[in-house]
């Protein structure tokens, strides 16, 4: 199965835009869905990205995914942040045995 | 609008089974996939493992064989079993529902998720 790597952690100010990378370790990024959770503190998660760049029905715009072949990654974009979006995000997908892989994470922190 | 809830024991001893329920409503057990994930204390998402109502499986590889997912369509309810546990086991365990009908596009609906430490 392939890995999916993301950075630790990643901050910005309030009003701006931040985006989260995915990177697939072996295979093409585009072979399956990628999909973004959000996860505030004591919460379960909510799925705010799915299919790649498909926005689940109440979730603001101001999130958006995309994938780049070039780099194998995929991206999850938050533009104008508030202190709301502050959590940790999680990118999914499916992997070849037909199992589920989870990035490890990214704790954003708007600040 | 469909709801998932997990209940079972909150403490498991070490190399017993854990066993956890999900009751969903707003949606018919036999006509999607459904999963289980947990979430070590402080820790990032594991996948568990999926299953059709037509006994497609699929479980996470890094268990070891410890792991099954059962349907229950009279009760509209899906079961977790996980033999052998240990304290590396102690996790918030969710249950989900995958999107569409399909594996490849996540998570439509999620439960709340109940915590499970296994300790003597």
């Known amino acids: 199965n392939f890995m999916l790597t993301q950075p630790h952690s990643v901050s910005e100010s309030p009003g701006k835009t931040v985006t989260i990378s995915c990177t697939r370790s072996v295979g093409a990024i585009a072979s399956n869905y990628i999909q973004w959770y959000q996860q505030r503190p004591g919460s379960a998660p909510k799925t705010v990205i799915y299919e790649d760049q498909e926005r689940p029905s109440g979730v603001s715009d101001r999130f958006s995914g995309s994938i780049d072949s070039s780099s194998n990654s995929a991206s999850l974009t938050i533009s104008g942040l508030t202190t709301e979006d502050e959590a940790d995000y999680f990118c999914q997908s499916y992997g070849t045995s037909r199992s589920w892989v989870f990035g490890g994470g990214t704790k954003l922190t708007v600040l | 609008q469909v709801q998932l809830q997990e209940s079972g024991p909150g403490l498991v001893k070490p190399s017993e089974t854990l066993s956890l329920t999900c009751t969903v409503s707003g949606a018919f057990i036999s006509n999607s996939y459904w999963t289980w994930i947990r979430q070590p204390p402080g820790k990032g998402l594991e996948y568990i493992g999926y299953s059709y109502y037509s006994g497609n499986t699929n479980y996470n590889p890094s268990l070891n064989g410890r792991v099954s997912i059962s349907l229950d369509t009279s009760k509209n309810q899906f079961s977790l079993r996980l033999t052998s546990v240990t304290a590396a086991d102690t996790a918030v365990y969710y249950c989900?529902?995958?999107?569409?009908?399909?594996?490849?596009?996540?998570?439509?609906?999620w439960g709340q998720g109940t915590l499970v430490t296994v300790s003597s």
């Open positions: 989900a529902r995958a999107r569409g009908g399909i594996v490849g596009a996540g998570v439509d609906y």
